[in-house]
């Protein structure tokens, strides 16, 4: 087995979290892909991969020779495709990680349009609200809703997601309509805690140019936005939450804008790529393509 033929399997490996779905991917023994990362680990001098009896892992340097090892392979792939016909799109598998609502309401049903541009394209797509790993979870590529923290990532912006405040009718009826900020110690809330933290969420919103915060009293605390907007439906208060989690809502008048002049500041969107050089043809199309269609849907 040459290098790069080494470097790829290792690759696998890292993608699969295991040898054996490694093997099967590659059409290969498992005890050639053993032997493979057994010959890497030599010719490297360092230990890439973590082994148990449930899972692969890669060490430190696993996950930096990983990165590497990405670049590298997209060079070679990149010099054998210089004289392919121009016509030949790209190809293969994309492992792609989204918030939940904005897969199921966004990404999902505009895919038969993504696919009708590339066919031999084939998208695995992660739909959760949890923060994924994208070297130990092999993924491609993740959209973050929120600020970042510094990760090492390469990230491309893809916009500001705008925030509304709204309440069903039936809550408006029982408790008046709120004018400003000022009102809002007469109003109560669905109260939202976040996922990772469990911290509860604030009332925000933008005065003067300043973020002001309020913490609003309420009967009910949840910790996904399927049960926020189904709260807020059943009438139980106010929230705060993406324009287009309710456009549909709004529409049939079964929520309203309240105090559009007071909104929370709005949110940013990007996606991230687990290595900073040389991301593969197919990645790059289907981010901009994402990016495009988020620009369409969410962020107008």
């Known amino acids: 087995?040459?290098?790069?033929?080494?470097?790829?399997?290792?690759?696998?490996?890292?993608?699969?979290?295991?040898?054996?779905?490694?093997?099967?991917?590659?059409?290969?023994?498992?005890?050639?892909?053993?032997?493979?990362?057994?010959?890497?680990?030599?010719?490297?001098?360092?230990?890439?991969?973590?082994?148990?009896?449930?899972?692969?892992?890669?060490?430190?340097?696993?996950?930096?020779?990983?990165?590497?090892?990405?670049?590298?392979?997209?060079?070679?792939?990149?010099?054998?495709?210089?004289?392919?016909?121009?016509s030949v799109g790209p190809s293969g598998m994309l492992r792609i990680d989204v918030p939940?609502?904005?897969?199921?309401?966004?990404?999902?049903?505009?895919?038969?349009?993504?696919?009708?541009?590339?066919?031999?394209?084939?998208i695995a797509l992660g739909v959760t609200d949890r923060a994924v790993n994208l070297v130990e979870d092999s993924i491609d590529c993740v959209l973050r809703v929120g600020p970042l923290a510094d990760s090492g990532m390469i990230a491309r912006s893809v916009g500001e997601l705008p925030l509304i405040n709204v309440a069903s009718p039936d809550y408006l009826a029982r408790h008046g309509v709120p004018a400003d900020p000022a009102d809002l110690h007469r109003h109560r809330a669905v109260r939202y805690a976040s996922p990772s933290s469990g911290r509860v969420e604030d009332w925000e919103w933008i005065e003067g140019g300043t973020l002001k915060t309020m913490a609003m009293s309420g009967s009910v605390t949840v910790n996904s936005a399927e049960a926020y907007i189904a709260c807020c439906l059943a009438g139980l208060g106010l929230i705060q939450i993406p324009a287009y989690d309710v456009k549909a809502h709004l529409a049939a008048g079964e929520l309203v804008e309240v105090m559009a002049n007071y909104r929370a500041e709005p949110m940013p969107m990007t996606l991230l790529y687990p290595h900073r050089q040389h991301l593969s043809r197919r990645l790059q199309v289907f981010a901009d393509w994402l990016a495009n269609l988020l620009a369409r849907e969410i962020l107008t």
Do not use: K
Request: proline share 5%; with cysteine.
């Open 1 to 86: 087995m040459d290098r790069i033929d080494l470097f790829r399997t290792f690759s696998r490996v890292v993608e699969c979290a295991s040898f054996t779905r490694a093997a099967d991917m590659l059409g290969m023994p498992r005890s050639s892909v053993s032997a493979a990362i057994q010959d890497l680990e030599g010719r490297v001098g360092a230990r890439l991969l973590h082994r148990t009896t449930r899972r692969v892992t890669p060490t430190q340097d696993g996950v930096a020779f990983y990165d590497r090892c990405l670049r590298l392979i997209a060079d070679v792939e990149e010099a054998e495709g210089l004289f392919r016909q121009t």
């Open 100 to 122: 939940g609502r904005i897969g199921r309401l966004i990404i999902a049903p505009a895919l038969p349009d993504f696919f009708t541009y590339y066919p031999d394209i084939e």
